[in-house]
């Protein structure tokens, strides 16, 4: 007998053809006995992205659009009890986090959310609070509470549409207070750096103005891991859409201004990752604020 589907995940998408096979067979790998159906919403991508996703057994919609325009369409595509929407740059970690994650979606709980906008403790206050785009877990009706009504233009006409409301300042403003309008509430996740290695390795050639040299030993850059009841859960890149097939330091910027962090630390820290990702070396950061290597509570991807 066919099982009935317990989990939607839907995936933004656009040039991900690097991290995008880490999160599908990662998410595959994690959610072998529950009956999940995968939809990758792909942003017209010109790498090979769609082959990737169609080759893990994913649904693939190819749509031009905003992010929030995204996720609002794999929004209406869920069937399912539980909805997670997710970037294409989330791996996941922990073998059990959708067993775990779903105890504490009771009573009003109807979403769960990393518990900080942009880098983690790096960017704070700014964020800190407020739920993030690239990992929301929510129970269907709670994301129900999230439609409403939307003006839109085409051809300079108005008309309205109904919509999951992501269209507030960093896509998510507008969810805590849409929810608890339905009285739903939120369940926040702690957000974690990256280890860091006893020495920097890595010093720009031309110091940008959000430079510091801290940020030179974080092992795996600003990516960061989250962690619910003690363990952590999985793991997002930030820059997944940045150009990463030269490592050397040629003084680019993320930034178009030159304001943002070098490309080439952005791209060796990404390597790193992948590689101790698929040797089983990973170091994950203790959710007790120190580091360490790799703990019980973490799945493994198999070395290839």
């Known amino acids: 007998m066919k099982r009935k589907r317990e989990l939607f995940v839907g995936v933004t998408s656009w040039n991900s053809e690097l991290l995008l096979p880490l999160c599908l067979s990662s998410l595959r790998a994690t959610t072998t006995d529950i009956a999940t159906r995968i939809v990758v919403h792909d942003n017209e991508s010109d790498d090979a992205s769609v082959r990737v996703a169609e080759a893990q057994g994913a649904e693939v919609i190819r749509m031009h659009g905003t992010q929030p325009e995204a996720l609002d369409c794999l929004a209406w595509h869920a069937r399912e009890p539980f909805v997670l929407l997710i970037h294409a740059d989330v791996v996941f970690l922990a073998a059990d986090w959708f067993r775990v994650m779903c105890a504490r979606l009771t009573g009003r709980v109807g979403m769960i959310s990393p518990e900080d906008i942009g880098c983690g403790p790096h960017t704070r206050p700014w964020g800190a609070g407020m739920p993030e785009s690239s990992f929301m877990l929510f129970r269907r009706d709670a994301l129900a509470a999230l439609r409403h009504r939307r003006w839109c233009r085409r051809f300079r006409i108005p008309y309205p549409r109904i919509m999951h409301d992501f269209f507030g300042e960093h896509v998510t403003y507008n969810i805590p207070a849409r929810l608890a309008r339905r009285d739903w509430q939120i369940d926040l996740m702690p957000v974690h750096v990256s280890p860091s290695t006893p020495e920097p390795w890595f010093a720009p050639k031309i110091p ?50 030159g304001g943002g962090l070098p490309v080439a630390f952005i791209a ?23 580091t360490g290597a790799t703990g019980a509570h973490a799945w493994h991807a198999p070395a290839t």
């Not at 890149?237 to 030269?246: A, E, G, I, T, V």
């Not at 060796?268 to 604020?289: H, K, M, N, Q, S």
């Open 208 to 257: 940008t103005r959000h430079w510091r040299e801290s940020l030179g030993r974080l092992k795996y850059g600003l990516g960061n891991f989250y962690s619910l009841e003690g363990r952590i859960t999985h793991y997002h890149n930030w820059y997944d859409r940045l150009p990463k097939s030269n490592t050397e330091d040629d003084g680019r910027s993320s930034e178009a201004d």
């Open 268 to 290: 060796r820290a990404t390597e790193r990752f992948i590689a101790d990702y698929r040797r089983d070396t990973l170091e994950f950061p203790r959710v007790d604020g120190g």
